[in-house]
């Protein structure tokens, strides 16, 4: 007989999480989880490290040294001071002999005038921070709008979806029908080849809005920072205030590049500083003596102040291609403004009239959607009094519940609209 092991016992799938969103609560997950906005929110912190690192450049540095060297010195036998002291007994040998040095002391280094160099340098850093902050804010909207937009994916899918369901729904409804009234000798075979072909094709639209609906789904969980897998609610976020008053501010991609010409600009006086002479003050004290024992007491003190002045004549022309670099630099960012500024011009008058569009088209949804509403009674009425058959009526539901859905996505068309309108005119979604 054989013996067999019993089947391993396969854990049961970890059910996905499920967590419920409205529009506002969306866009602060966004902002604070989203890592698009942590790795801009990351760069500002850097430019600000780089604000103290320029500081201290104009700061004096001040560093202890201590030093114990052992050498043994030839440099009295290279000459004819050896061979002098040899006559006052001294060997060859106790001429070179080595010696050990202990040196304690501290270094004190101060610029002194530079031309408005290191104050023009901390400028450009705090500029370089502005200019993170304004980039930060660009991949701010960006991300929200994103997110919004993907919201609102998600709902315009779902409703797709409710409508394919419902066509399948009544086609299975309409195909019992055509059955019945088969059986009852009052339909056709042909009536019932076409109710079942309607229902049939409808089965894969069914298929692929479950698809859309899902992959929606997924682009905004993973704007979220959330598990793919995670099943979310999102809350109506109703109809949308297209009434509201929107003040338009200055885009911060053209605030950025303005930014960065005025960067480009104080680098210009940076750049033209190296050409002229320079002043540091150095100064060091301490002590430096053959023991240990003689440190930190007279006559072993050492001390050492300089001022130096550095002109440079002649640096191989290198301070001119930097300040032509420097120039053709200001240009790209002078013209890429310009472009912009066109381009957000055109971006606004084209999302003001998208705007004004989607509200034509739901208001034409709206009506659209009470007409079928009232045919809807209408029908309901005719056929409780016998004049219209249950495919008639199926009919009517079937094109009401049609217009509902269309209308819902005018609604959702509308919000999209205004999103857009909103990012051109520089604005976060809410």
């Known amino acids: 007989m054989l013996f067999l092991p019993p089947p391993a016992q396969v ?134 709008h994103g997110v919004a937009k993907a919201y609102i994916a998600v709902l315009a899918a779902q409703a797709e979806l409710e409508v394919i369901q419902t066509r399948l729904s009544t086609a299975q409804r309409f195909v019992a029908d055509v059955k019945a009234r088969l059986e009852a000798q009052t339909a056709t075979e042909l009536d019932r080849l076409r109710a079942e072909s309607e229902y049939l094709g409808v089965i894969p639209e069914n298929l692929k809005a479950q698809a859309n609906y899902q992959r929606a789904m997924e682009m905004l969980d993973g704007q979220l920072a959330l598990d793919p897998r995670t099943v979310l609610t999102l809350r109506d976020p109703g109809p949308p205030d297209t009434g509201a008053a929107v003040t338009p501010v200055e885009r911060s991609e053209i605030a950025q590049y303005k930014q960065q010409e005025a960067m480009y600009r104080e680098n210009d006086q940076i750049i033209t500083t190296d050409l002229r002479p320079k002043f540091d003050f150095n100064a060091y004290y301490g002590y430096q003596a053959g023991q240990t024992s003689n440190l930190f007491k007279e006559p072993y003190d050492t001390w050492k102040v300089n001022v130096t002045m550095r002109f440079p004549i002649f640096d191989g022309m290198r301070t001119s291609g930097k300040r032509a670099q420097n120039r053709a630099q200001l240009e790209q960012v002078t013209q890429a403004r310009i472009d912009k500024e066109r381009t957000v011009a055109v971006e606004t008058r084209s999302a003001e009239r998208d705007l004004g569009t989607a509200v034509s088209f739901h208001d034409a949804a709206r009506v659209a959607h009470l007409a079928a509403l009232e045919a809807l009674r209408t029908s309901r009425e005719a056929f409780d009094q016998g004049l219209i058959t249950s495919l008639d009526l199926l009919q009517a539901e079937r094109t009401e519940r049609v217009q509902e859905s269309q209308r819902r996505r005018a609604e959702l068309g509308v919000w999209t609209a205004l999103f857009d309108y909103r990012r051109a005119c520089g604005l976060p979604p809410l």
């Not at 006052?88 to 040196?103: D, E």
């Not at 031309?115 to 929200?144: C, H, I, N, P, Q």
């Open 11 to 144: 854990a049961p799938p970890t059910p996905a999480p499920s967590q419920v969103f409205d529009l506002a609560g969306a866009l602060a997950r966004a902002r604070a989880e989203n890592p698009l906005l942590r790795a801009a929110k990351a760069r500002v912190e850097e430019r600000q490290g780089l604000i103290t690192s320029t500081r201290a450049d104009a700061l004096p540095q001040l560093t202890l040294n201590g030093d114990y060297t052992r050498l043994r010195d030839v440099s009295l036998l290279m000459g004819g001071t050896g061979q002098a002291l040899e006559a006052f007994g001294l060997s060859q040998s106790q001429l070179v002999s080595p010696y050990t040095i202990y040196t304690a002391e501290a270094n004190v280094s101060q610029p002194l005038f530079y031309w408005g160099k290191l104050g023009t340098a901390v400028r450009v850093a705090r500029m370089g921070e502005r200019e993170a902050s304004l980039a930060y804010t660009t991949a701010e909207l960006d991300t929200l």
